[in-house]
C-alpha cells in the first residue's frame, strides 16, 4: 500500500480506511474525503465494486423526489413504521430510524453525482406505496459513478489485490490495519468487507437453518464475499449479532438461472396440500412463507404448461422499470419443464391423488385446496389470498405437474458486526469500540429475520456507509 498523498500528521498514514469497496465502502470513502480527510481504500480482490456491481442497485426509500413526481405520497415516519412492523420488532428500533431517515437523501446523493434513475418506482414488498428506486443502469452504474468520483480526488488513494487480515491496535483504540506484514496507520477503520455468502464453510456456524435445509443452494454474490469481518471484528473484541439471518430464494432446482418471482399461474401447496400464500406475491413475502410452512410444492396441469412458451413473457406481478419481460430467462417454460420431467424432478401424474402420492403431498388436502382455486378461477375471486384475478385459471386438465421449491438461493447475509445508528462497532458490552466503524453486509443489526424487499440491502449499505464516513471522519480523527 503506497502513499501518494501528503500527511499533515506525523503518525498516521492514512486519516481513514475503508477495507472493502461496495457501495457501502465507496460512499463511507467519499464522506470521509468530503469531510477533507486523506483516505485509503483496500479492496481484497482485483475490481471494485463487490457484489454491489452485480446488484440491481434497487434503492428502498421514502420522502424521495422521485415520488413526489410520481404523485406518491409516503414519508420517513412510515417507511420506519412499516419496516418494524415487517420484522415484529426484531431488528433495533435506533437502526431501523437512520435508515428510513437516510434513505431518501441518500438517493438524492446519488442523483447529485449522476447517477440516473428511472421514474417508474416499484413495490419493495406488499407495503402501501412504492418504495423502490431503480437505476438506470443498475448497480453497475451506481458503483462507476462512485469510483470514478472518488479517482478524482487526490487525496483518496484505492489499493486492489490487498486483502486485510489485521487491525493495528493500541490502549483498546484501532489504529489501522495491515495485511501480513505490511502495516498502514491511521485515525479510524471502517469495515465494509460484505457478507460471507462466498464461504459454505461459514454457513453452518452462522447460517444453521440455511444450511440444514438441504437440496441444492448456491450464492449469487461476489467471490469476494468470504465473512472477512468476522476474523477481524474478533481482534478488536466486536460484538456479532443477526445470528441465523439471510436473505435466501426459493427454488425449483432446475439451473443455477437466477429468477426471483414465480409466475402468478402457479398454484403453491406445502405438505398438507394446503395453500399458504399468493403466489404472485414478492420473494420477501415468499421466503416468510417457506420458513413458516416448511418446503412449498408447485402445482399446475397440462393447459398452464403449454401456455407457458419461451417467446412469451413471464406472468409476474412485479415489473422492474427499464427490464424488458421478454428478455427475462425463466423456468418456468414447457420445454425446460418436459426436460425436468424427463429428469424426474418435476413429477407427473394422470390424477390430482397420484400426483400428491409422488410429491408425499396429503392427497385429500391437494384434492380440497385445487377444488377451492378452480371455484375462485371461475368467480374470479380469491377469497383466500386475493391474488389478482388475471392470474387465476382452472387448474383442471391432466396430465398434472408438481414440483418441490427449496430455499436454495443465497441471495445475501445479515449477520455481521454490531453497530450502533453511527456505525461505530460495538464491543460484547455495548460500547463503541474506539477508531473502528463498519458499514453494509458485515454488519448485523439492520436487517431482520424477513427481507423488507427489493432495495432493503442496497439501501443499509447507502445509509451506513455514508453514515460510517461521516462518524469516522468526526471521531476518529481528532
Known amino acids: ?47 471494485l465494486g463487490g457484489s454491489s456491481v452485480l446488484s440491481g442497485g434497487i434503492i428502498m426509500a421514502a420522502g424521495t423526489s422521485l415520488q413526489r413526481q410520481a404523485g406518491i405520497e409516503d414519508s420517513v415516519d412510515e417507511l420506519y413504521h412499516d419496516y418494524l412492523l415487517f420484522n415484529q420488532y426484531a431488528v433495533a428500533p435506533a437502526l431501523a430510524r437512520r435508515l428510513a431517515l437516510g434513505s431518501g437523501p441518500a438517493v438524492e446523493w446519488l442523483r447529485s453525482l449522476g447517477v440516473e434513475f428511472h421514474s417508474e418506482l416499484m413495490f419493495a414488498a406488499e407495503e402501501r406505496v412504492p418504495r423502490s428506486h431503480v437505476p438506470v443502469k443498475a448497480g453497475y452504474g451506481v458503483v462507476k459513478v462512485l469510483s470514478q468520483a472518488l479517482e478524482q480526488r487526490p487525496a483518496v488513494d484505492i489499493a486492489l489485490g490487498r486483502r486485510v487480515n489485521r487491525l493495528l491496535s493500541r490502549g483498546g483504540r484501532v489504529m489501522g490495519v495491515a495485511v501480513d506484514d505490511d502495516e498502514v496507520r491511521s485515525g479510524a477503520v471502517i469495515i465494509a468487507t460484505g457478507g460471507f455468502g462466498a464461504s459454505p464453510a461459514l454457513w453452518s456456524e452462522h447460517l444453521p437453518s440455511f444450511a440444514a435445509g438441504g437440496g441444492a443452494a448456491w450464492y449469487i454474490g461476489a467471490p469476494g464475499a468470504r465473512g472477512d469481518a468476522f476474523a477481524l471484528g474478533a481482534q478488536a473484541r466486536a460484538d456479532i449479532t443477526g445470528h441465523d439471518r439471510c436473505l435466501v430464494l426459493p427454488t425449483p432446482g432446475f439451473s443455477t438461472n437466477l429468477e426471483v418471482y414465480f409466475p402468478g399461474w402457479l398454484v403453491m401447496v406445502d405438505r398438507a396440500g394446503a395453500r399458504r400464500v399468493d403466489e404472485s406475491t414478492s420473494y420477501a413475502v415468499m421466503e416468510l412463507a417457506h420458513k413458516r410452512y416448511g418446503p412449498q410444492f408447485a402445482i399446475f396441469d397440462d393447459n398452464a404448461k403449454k401456455a407457458a412458451q419461451p417467446h412469451l413473457p413471464p406472468e409476474y406481478k412485479q415489473h422492474i422499470p427499464g427490464l424488458d419481460p421478454k428478455r427475462m430467462p425463466s423456468n418456468w417454460t414447457e420445454p425446460i419443464i418436459d426436460e425436468m420431467v424427463g429428469t424426474g424432478k418435476v413429477k407427473r401424474a394422470r390424477t390430482l391423488e397420484d400426483l400428491a402420492r409422488l410429491l408425499s403431498i396429503d392427497p385429500s388436502g391437494l384434492r380440497a385446496s385445487i377444488e377451492r382455486y378452480n371455484a375462485a378461477a371461475q368467480a374470479g375471486e380469491d377469497t383466500e389470498f386475493f391474488k389478482d384475478p388475471k392470474f387465476l385459471r382452472e387448474l383442471s386438465t391432466p396430465p398434472y405437474y408438481g414440483v418441490e421449491l427449496r430455499l436454495g438461493i443465497l441471495a445475501l447475509t445479515s449477520k455481521g458486526l454490531r453497530i450502533d445508528a453511527d456505525a461505530r462497532v460495538l464491543d460484547r458490552g455495548g460500547t463503541p469500540i474506539p477508531g473502528l466503524f463498519a458499514a453494509g453486509e458485515c454488519t448485523g443489526g439492520v436487517l431482520g429475520d424477513v427481507y423488507v424487499g427489493s432495495g432493503n440491502s442496497y439501501s443499509n449499505c447507502l445509509v451506513f456507509g455514508r453514515t460510517a464516513g461521516q462518524t469516522a471522519s468526526r471521531e476518529g480523527c481528532r
Open 1 to 47: 500500500m503506497e502513499e501518494d498523498v501528503v500527511n499533515t500528521r506525523d503518525d498516521v498514514d492514512y486519516d481513514v480506511v475503508v477495507v472493502g469497496s461496495g457501495v457501502a465502502g465507496l460512499a463511507a470513502a467519499f464522506e470521509a474525503s468530503t469531510a477533507g480527510r486523506r483516505v485509503l481504500v483496500a479492496e481484497g480482490e482485483s475490481t
